[in-house]
């Protein structure tokens, strides 16, 4: 069996965006089929599978069982973007949880005052969906899928492609061994219970329009997982 290699994964997976981009496709979107994609860029459906479960990771598209896969940014602004993924990728190298927090603090709060003037039906739909994906989580690792889809969600509504692209630097120090060690080590199903709870509030912020709601929602969040951050690498 030939074994393809990340890089080449990611190149197979670029090429699915520039093929939606060229084909005017956005996000919310729905992607051509597996089998559409395979005999367009002349691959196997499994190679254009995993270049898929590439791009779910990183929050680019959203796999739906009976309707398909779904655009949850715009191409274009994805593709721009990794033009200087090695810079990015040597900055995530060096960050501690810490700093990622303090960032998350910065960026998330103050991002929310736009999604409450642009985000639309289609961004409060998956919103609602990596809610009902968390509620649903039974074990760490799906939670921690789930919040990491749900904050991009979040931070995607506000529709500026600068704001996003800042947090694609947050969200992938959030894949790194390190957060997800101390992340892990903090974990309990009652701090996850309490982390649902706070992701509705903040979801009904939005929903209703109130920036400064979902400003304090958010920072009573996100202080909560900094708090309980701490705790974990203290003991």
């Not at 274009?76 to 990015?88: H, K, N, R, T």
Request: aromatic fraction near 4%; hydrophobic fraction near 40%.
């Amino acid at each position: 069996m030939t074994t393809v290699s990340n890089d080449q994964m990611r190149e197979v997976a670029d090429n699915i965006l520039v093929l939606a981009t060229h084909t005017g496709l956005r996000n919310g979107n729905r992607l051509p089929t597996e089998r559409e994609l395979a005999q367009a860029l002349k691959l196997s459906r499994t190679t254009i599978r995993n270049a898929m479960a590439l791009l779910e990771s990183e929050g680019v598209v959203s796999r739906e069982v009976g309707r398909g896969t779904f655009l949850r940014r715009d191409p274009d602004s994805v593709l721009s973007f990794e033009i200087g993924q090695p810079v990015a990728s040597s900055v995530v190298g060096n960050v501690s949880p810490a700093d990622v927090m303090s960032a998350r603090l910065l960026i998330e709060p103050a991002a929310l005052a736009a999604t409450v003037e642009n985000a639309t039906a289609s961004d409060f739909e998956e919103i609602e969906r990596c809610l009902t994906g968390g509620d649903n989580a039974v074990d760490f690792d799906e939670f921690e899928k789930w919040d990491l889809a749900l904050h991009q969600a979040f931070v995607r509504g506000s529709h500026n492609p600068l704001i996003e692209n800042m947090y694609h630097f947050i969200a992938e120090a959030r894949l790194s061994v390190t957060w997800g060690s101390l992340k892990r080590r903090s974990d309990s199903t009652e701090r996850r219970a309490h982390y649902r709870q706070q992701h509705r509030e903040i979801a009904q912020a939005l929903a209703n329009r109130d920036g400064r709601a979902a400003r304090e929602a958010m920072l009573r969040h996100l202080g909560a997982v900094e708090s309980n951050l701490q705790k974990a690498a203290q003991s």
